[in-house]
């Protein structure tokens, strides 16, 4: 594989970034935007999906294609979901709380909103919406983000429905879970005016601040992923979904630079190879003896071995286009989209339990020569030729240079074929939901998280550090209402970033703390009913149990309040017990002496009350 230089090959490249919102209801109903564990469903529904004509009586390539799989989906529900997301009831009103985001969001990206917001219908039928459509609507056109390298265009954003989390795959299909569909969820596309993969980065790591700047947005896996439109000057628009990390998205844009360079490499060696590709036939005689696995596991449940003569492609299949990746892999992707387990070619046989006397029988059937290479898929009998005509077709596209395609992305930073771009075909008006009117007026753009630091530090006089971490964490709307409220600052935001890491570090679940929870436990810090040092102890208990109150969570942990009379006991009690340490080191065994005390009051009392009167018994016995 060649290492190809991006500018050098022209690239031009764009961003799709999608972002759950934090809402207390969903988009199009009133259920809660919380996830749910598989084991609390409350029933369980089946569907078939297929694709539907738009309003000019065209179906769309890429659902088109989906539908060449007949795939059974089953549904998990909850006490949670409601027939809305089961598609038996119509869609509710669009959310306010989730358009006023929109809005806020379209601010601080400079952009126009749309007059009246439209509803549509995408269609999608790989089972991740009950309906077999997505509701989306468009909100706001023409802006921008800065980067160091120049202007990137903001093209359009968009509020639509999240879909339904993937559990798992079985035999006859796949199972979803609808607790996560119809969470809102804003979608921001970028004009392509990127131009390197580290711009890429830059331009969603900005467009991911201005995202939380809103305070209105879900955090973690999943929340927000990031789909690269990639090409080159002789390549062609390539979609690659769900990079889910900025590292990923400079990674997958050089990695997709990479490959369209090693397909227009292979299109032009495969041009003066004057390449071409036969016609599928079947040669299941040809191995009718065989004693490889899949090909024999096939063939025992009267399955067929097709195969497709590649005229000029001898040692062209087994080329490396990606790390562990070869034009093979392609043609084997588009197989398994037609629900094969994938190919086998000359290339990389024998091998596989295929013999050589085996090879050469089915060079000889399919007439392929020395300079040829065949390829083969052994499935179910209609599986098995549409899988090989699917391999056929992605060959066919290899000499012609770099197919249009939408793209999965790897963990380990390859992409692999899901399928065809999608087209205008898609889209349909939604007749469920009216026009909403949109009026820019009714709400004001946040403060920017960068913007923010700056005032943490001018105005709380909070450390740098502390105050980028309070600003760009997830709690940042409780420290504010904290200090609203009369907390101390620099109290506030220890409690919210360092208490809540140590928490975190203890396996403590503390992403079930709530901004009232905050607010309660340092209130009660600031009216001295709570010792600082009981704040961790009291957010564990409400971390374990958020339906308690902050009081509750105080008996709980065991911290009840003590008075002044009970400290000094307990500062004597560890004094008599070091009589020896303080006659020798006096004020000097302070130190030892205070953590001593602190961890026999277990932070019922303030460490300053602590320290003031163990400072007057030590002072009394020296």
Not at 154 to 183: C, K, P
Not at 274 to 299: C, H, K, W
Not at 343 to 357: K, M, R, V, W
Request: proline share 5%.
């Amino acid at each position: 594989m060649t290492g190809y230089d991006p500018a050098d090959l022209g690239l031009v490249a764009g961003l799709e970034i999608h972002q759950q919102l934090d809402t207390d209801s969903k988009l199009f109903c009133s259920c809660p935007t919380t996830l749910r564990e598989e084991s609390e469903a409350a029933h369980r529904f089946n569907r078939y999906l297929h694709p539907t004509p738009s309003e000019l009586g065209e179906i769309d390539e890429a659902a088109l294609e989906e539908s060449r799989v007949d795939r059974e989906f089953e549904y998990l529900s909850y006490d949670t979901t409601c027939l809305v997301e089961e598609d038996d009831e119509p869609p509710h009103p669009m959310d306010q709380a989730a358009l006023e985001t929109t809005l806020e969001t379209a601010q601080l990206l400079a952009m126009t909103p749309v007059d009246q917001a439209h509803v549509m219908r995408k269609v999608v039928i790989d089972g991740s919406n009950t309906s077999g459509f997505q509701r989306t609507s468009l909100i706001a056109t023409d802006g921008y983000i800065e980067t160091e390298d120049g202007k990137v265009g903001i093209e359009d954003l968009m509020l639509e429905e999240e879909s339904a989390r993937r559990v798992e795959e079985t035999e006859s299909g796949v199972v979803f879970s609808l607790d996560r569909l119809g969470i809102p969820l804003v979608e921001i596309g970028t004009k392509p005016d990127i131009s390197s993969p580290e711009q890429a980065r830059e331009a969603a790591e900005r467009i991911g601040m201005i995202l939380r700047s809103t305070g209105a947005v879900k955090r973690g896996l999943g929340t927000i992923r990031q789909d690269v439109n990639v090409s080159i000057e002789e390549g062609a628009r390539v979609e690659v979904k769900g990079v889910q990390d900025l590292d990923g998205i400079e990674a997958i844009v050089r990695g997709e630079v990479d490959r369209q360079g090693e397909l227009l490499e292979i299109a032009g060696e495969l041009q003066d190879r004057e390449a071409s590709v036969g016609d599928v036939q079947a040669v299941t005689d040809v191995f009718s003896e065989s004693e490889s696995g899949v090909i024999r596991s096939a063939l025992d449940t009267n399955g067929a071995v097709y195969a497709v003569p590649l005229f000029g492609f001898d040692g062209v299949v087994g080329w490396e286009i990606q790390p562990d990746r070869r034009l093979g892999t392609e043609l084997s992707d588009h197989a398994k989209r037609n629900g094969a387990g994938g190919i086998f070619h000359t290339d990389e046989l024998p091998a596989y339990g295929i013999t050589e006397s085996e090879v050469s029988e089915l060079e000889e059937a399919v007439n392929a020569g020395e300079n040829d290479a065949v390829a083969i898929v052994a499935a179910e009998t209609e599986t098995a030729e549409l899988a090989i005509e699917a391999a056929a077709e992605r060959a066919v596209t290899a000499i012609q240079g770099v197919p249009e395609e939408t793209r999965d992305a790897n963990e380990d930073g390859t992409t692999s074929y899901l399928r065809p771009l999608p087209g205008a075909a898609r889209m349909y008006p939604e007749t469920d939901v009216p026009p909403v009117e949109i009026d820019p007026a009714t709400v004001e753009p946040p403060e920017l998280l960068d913007e923010k630091v700056n005032r943490y530090v001018e105005e709380f006089d909070l450390d740098p550090g502390l105050a980028d971490q309070v600003a760009f964490g997830r709690n940042f709307p409780a420290f504010e209402q904290a200090v609203e409220q009369g907390v101390d600052a620099s109290l506030a935001a220890t409690t919210i970033e360092s208490t809540t890491t140590e928490l975190r570090r203890d396996d403590v679940p503390i992403d079930r703390l709530r901004t009232g929870h905050f607010l309660d436990v340092l209130g009660l810090v600031s009216d001295g009913e709570l010792a600082k040092e009981g704040v961790g102890p009291v957010l564990e208990e409400l971390a374990e149990d958020p339906s308690l109150n902050a009081q509750a969570a105080i008996e709980a942990a065991g911290l009840g309040g003590v008075d002044k009379d009970a400290v000094r006991n307990a500062v004597i009690d560890v004094l008599d017990r070091n009589r020896s340490q303080v006659a020798e080191d006096g004020m000097g065994a302070f130190s030892a002496l205070m953590g001593e005390a602190m961890g026999e009051l277990r932070g019922k009392a303030d460490g300053e009350v602590v320290s003031e009167i163990l400072r007057e018994e030590i002072q009394k016995q020296i």
